[in-house]
């Protein structure tokens, strides 16, 4: 039901939780990011597990491959935007 531009949604208290902690996440994430040019050094301060090199090369873990991408983009500039990684399983 719309009223006045608002959704009106019935969400229990558990699940209304939930997606506040999941926006306050991703809200600090994207403020992070914006401080990097760079995804790799990103994800080496951010989260340093899952971060590599391997054969003299930075390597992401598979878990940040996806929604960090995602979000990388939304945040960065063409220039700065990500076509591919290079990932490593954990």
Do not use: C
Not at 9 to 29: A, C, F, H, R
Not at 54 to 75: D, E, G
């Amino acid at each position: 039901m719309e009223e006045d531009g608002f959704f009106l949604i019935n969400l229990s208290d558990t699940e209304y939780n939930n997606y506040v902690q999941k926006s306050i996440e991703e809200s600090i994430l994207t403020d992070d990011m914006k401080k990097y040019s760079n995804f790799y050094y990103f994800v080496k301060y951010f989260s340093p597990i899952d971060y590599r090199i391997v054969n003299y090369r930075a390597h992401v873990s598979q878990r940040v491959m996806f929604k960090w991408r995602i979000l990388w983009n939304s945040v960065h500039k063409e220039d700065q935007q990500l076509d591919t990684l290079n990932i490593f399983f954990l």
